[in-house]
């Protein structure tokens, strides 16, 4: 337990030591911000609705760019040896890296709490879906987190990191919408399941179910728990 | 201290390390010396449990490498071949960070980072980022890498690599010093430097051991030639 919060004291520190964390951040608020304003006064309604349903798109490569260096760059510089070596179990290295990025997401995502206020100022803002909104995009942010943190696992180089964890980020996201119309009927709701961008719009509209909180954490502990395996084997 | 038996590593088809088995006492400095690519790293990979063996044991003080790693961890200070350090962080910070991972107690952390900076010549580089470091100092920084936390057992893969003379020196200085109290393995390309450190050596060629011996025994059995001649007779044809 003190070793997960000394990996994530370290991780945590590294990304604000580069620029990388500055470059993610700004690029995230930019698109984000950009997209949801430039239609949100035609529809007359202060409501994050918009915002909240751009998220997951947003996220699914985002968060491989802030995940990707994870392993990827201790593997390449070879300080990976000197961390294995370090009296840490992989349970310990991969928690401590994985919290560090959902501390991240959740910095980054902070400052668009600011749209959530100026909105409520020019209209009757309902609060309900919106804090359900930002529980959700943590557990979002968190299982997206986890998917990266187990692409970075593959490889050395960091970009091929970052596509893997978009690729899987991006069919978590999309998969319901494009392939809907290709598909029997009877395996909509198995896919529906599988969708990471169905179950957050369901927290995000304000329903607390379940089942959609038992998704996230079940795909971060997959995602996790493949990590484990991944960095087992590479011994 | 540490007993290796039968040690194999194959890597897909390639044998690494081909049935080395030899013990290294308490309190020893082990040259283990071989040519490039003769199985050195992976030894030492296995024993600080950065790899696992294909065939074989260690037992480093008892506790053997399949069960209890973790308490061979804690003993075990390890310097990996041209310290890989992480580059953004400063190096307090670094050494700061494997002391609280080695459970240095909080006001105790302090003076072991700063004697550990007066033994390898840090301190004039302690807020200085690592990547601004030159070779040498980023060698000293992986030294006190692997002494933090004062480990019993030292293994230093090619701690005077890439060094410049002056350097190598100083490098040799504290392997000299440090191995009053502890037990070291280490290996190195210059000869001269395991004459003068080591209190025994072992040789071994494409995963094999061909010596292993003390350096007055070596020379006794290949009739007084001098070191370089020892080592090229018995690794010949690599």
Redesign the interface.
């Known amino acids: 337990m ?2 997960i919060k ?1 990996i994530f ?2 991780e945590f ?2 990304y604000f ?2 620029p990388i964390a500055y470059i993610v951040i700004s690029v995230f608020l930019i698109i984000i911000g950009w997209l949801f304003f430039s239609t949100f006064f035609l529809e007359k309604q202060a409501s994050l609705t918009k915002f909240f349903s751009l998220l997951p798109i947003t996220f699914a490569f985002i968060i491989p760019a802030v995940t990707m260096r994870l392993f990827s760059e201790e593997i390449n ?3 990976y ?2 961390l ?6 992989f349970r310990e290295i991969i928690l401590g890296k994985f919290f560090a990025a959902v501390a991240f997401v959740a910095i980054m995502l902070s400052p668009t709490l600011l749209y959530a206020f100026s909105t409520s100022l020019i209209g009757d803002l309902d609060w309900g879906p919106v804090i359900g909104g930002y529980f959700g995009a943590i557990l979002l942010g968190a299982s997206f987190s986890a998917v990266g943190l187990l692409a970075s696992s593959f490889t050395k180089n960091q970009v091929v990191a970052f596509i893997i964890g978009m690729a899987i980020c991006f069919s978590l996201t999309l998969l319901i919408d494009f392939v809907l119309f290709f598909i029997p009927n009877v395996f909509i709701g198995f896919l529906q399941y599988l969708s990471a961008n169905y179950h957050f719009q369901n927290i995000a509209k304000g329903v607390l179910d379940l089942r959609d909180i038992i998704y996230f954490l079940s795909l971060s502990f997959v995602a996790l728990y493949a990590t484990n395996l991944v960095i087992e084997e590479k ?1 | 201290m540490i007993k290796i038996k039968n040690l194999t590593k194959y890597y897909g088809d390639l044998c690494a390390v081909d049935n080395v088995s030899f013990d290294i006492k308490k309190g020893e400095i082990l040259a283990l010396l071989g040519p490039n690519g003769a199985g050195k790293t992976t030894i030492y ?1 296995i024993i ?5 063996p294909t065939r074989g044991n260690i037992e480093v003080m008892n506790y053997n490498i399949y069960d209890h790693m ?1 308490e061979i ?2 003993k ?1 200070g ?1 310097l ?1 071949e ?1 310290a ?6 400063l190096v307090y ?1 670094y050494l700061d ?2 002391a ?4 240095i107690e909080k006001d105790k952390k302090l003076d072991h980072i700063k004697s550990l900076g007066d033994l390898c010549g840090l301190n004039d580089v302690m807020h200085m980022t690592i990547h601004e470091l030159s070779k040498g100092y980023r060698q000293r920084v992986g030294i006190a ?1 692997a002494l933090m936390g004062d480990p019993e057992i030292l293994v230093l893969d090619e701690p005077t690599a890439g060094l410049d003379p002056n350097q190598i020196v100083e490098t040799r200085e504290i392997i000299k010093r440090i191995g009053k109290k502890k037990t070291i393995i280490y290996s190195t390309h210059i000869l001269s430097e395991a004459e003068a450190t080591c209190d025994r050596i072992v040789i071994i060629n494409k995963g094999k051991i061909v010596a292993d011996d003390t350096l007055e025994g070596l020379r006794k059995s290949l009739k007084n030639q001098s070191f370089e001649n020892i080592f090229m007779k018995l690794t010949k044809g690599n």
Not at chain 1, 84 to 89: E, N, Q, R, V
Not at chain 2, 84 to 89: A, G, M, Q
Not at chain 2, 100 to 103: F, S
């Open positions: 003190k070793n000394n004291r370290k520190k590294t030591i580069s510089i070879g300080s040896e000197l294995i070596t370090l009296p840490l179990s011994k | 990979r600080t449990g950065y790899l696992k973790m961890k804690n075990i390890y990996p041209a890989p350090i992480y580059k953004d962080l910070d960070f494997v609280d991972i080695r459970g890498h």
